[in-house]
């Protein structure tokens, strides 16, 4: 087996707030098949430590930014991870990015850099019995590496990954020293933003291929539409990145299989979980479409617009159960919603199991983002055989079909698919959705597309195998 060490701040499933997970849980077991064996290197929080009687030490880091610190070795739930077990810096009740309260960490600078320093360590050879080939640093958390490595003098090949480019892990110049980063490099051509250490430039000026989540997103992070200031860095290094398109794990997200839900085989087999979805939600019976929305709420992801659409949705039969956290105005805009209409409940909550079961009881899915790397859910959705409606915009606009007169006709409709940022072009989608929901043939059609489309990381992983090829030849 070739050897990647993949560094990331959180992986399925052990720590999870968002799709960063699903992809470093499910791409390592994708990537056997390619000849290149993944270790993840994950900080270790407190849910990691819990698995710790695995464990064994690798190495002692000694005094390791402000606290003892070492690497643990850790095989579970088929994937093998380094953990960085520093308990000053991991070892704490809540997130992995915000304390109780809601707050970032205020030391998130120095945690992440005490990641991507012992990244360098493993690069450089500290473990005796395995050495990586190619690194693979995902979003701003793993973005520090190629500052330690070139302080170290270790040459390795680098490939960075941007899941979203809206977070760019800034702080302030007075951390250089407390982060061990070198000074003579915060320049614009270095880890230096706008007068900020931005570990995520540090990562893609650091970087020997710049790799995003979709081909549309790849283009659309040039342009300053998308690129969050950073688009003319990436338009400088255009030639070294790609889009690779997420899959999802297939066994995971298997609605034959599937522990959390009444298991079924073709689109027919949803009803006994629409009927529990129904009552779980509090929502009558009702001949309309039942959508889901599974998401963090956060501007990105266009739950406001969805807000103002909800009237004609409703209006035209359509009921919606959401589940979500986040931004607390739209969570309580979404309650108040729910208190306004018997068409529309919401659960306030990050719940795992509940997702499975709102996939597979809905409809329809909906992703009104206004701006998606990839996006999961949708992806979710077509293997559950629930119908997406998604914005045109980066990985959605790459993964759903839309069923226009000529994608129906030609039988490869998938979803729907409505410009994005626009709350009136989300509501005609969604009265849309009404009628071809009122059309069963077509209905059953579009269903059968969407379950049958290729949504696991055979083509990707390929993808990523021959990237990680070309660096090493
Ligand atoms: P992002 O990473 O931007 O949040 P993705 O669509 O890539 O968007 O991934 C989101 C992942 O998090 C999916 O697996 C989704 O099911 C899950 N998720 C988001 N919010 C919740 C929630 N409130 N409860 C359960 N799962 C959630
Ligand atoms: C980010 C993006 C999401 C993507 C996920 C995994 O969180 O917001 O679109 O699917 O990363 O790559």
Sequence with gaps: MKRVLAVASECVPLVKTGGLADVTGALPRAMAGTGWGVRTLIPGYRPVLAQAAKATEALSLGAFFGGPARILVLR?????????????????????????????????DLRFAALCAAAARIAGGALDDWVPQVLHLHDWQAGLVPEYLAAQGT???????????AFHGLTTDDRIAALGLDPARFLPDGYEY????????????GADRITTVSPTYARELTTPEFGMGLDGMI?????????????IDTD??????????????????????????RAEFGLPDAP??????????????????LLD?????????????????GDRTLENAWLEAARDSDAVAVRIGYDETLAHRMFAGADAVLVPSRFEPCGLTQLYALRYGAVPVVARTGGLADTVIHANDAALRMGVATGMVHAPDDAAA??????????????????AHIQANGMRHPVGWEASSAQYGALYDALVS
């Design 194 to 205: 706008y007068g900020h250490v931005s570990a995520l430039k540090a990562g893609l000026v």
């Design 235 to 247: 338009r400088a290094r255009q030639h070294l990145l790609t889009g690779i398109l997420n899959g």
């Design 309 to 325: 659409a909800m009237p004609a949705f409703t209006g035209a039969g359509g009921q919606l159960a959401l589940l979500g956290s």
């Design 155 to 165: 040459s390795l090949p680098v490939v960075m990954t941007i899941h979203n480019i």
């Design 426 to 443: 989300l509501a005609a989608a969604l009265v849309d959705l009404c009628h071809l929901h009122a059309s069963p043939e077509i209905w």
């Design 76 to 108: 579970h739930a088929g994937l093998d991870l380094l953990v960085l077990d520093a308990p000053h810096l991991f070892d704490r009740d809540g997130s992995p990015y915000l304390d109780a309260q809601g707050n970032d960490w205020a030391d998130n």
């Design 288 to 305: 309309g479409p039942l959508a889901v929305v599974v998401s963090r709420l956060t501007a990105q992801k266009g739950l406001d617009l």
């Design 252 to 277: 995971t997200w298997n609605p034959r299989k599937d522990p959390h839900i009444r298991r079924f085989q073709t689109p027919r087999g949803k009803a006994p979980n629409r009927k529990g979805l």
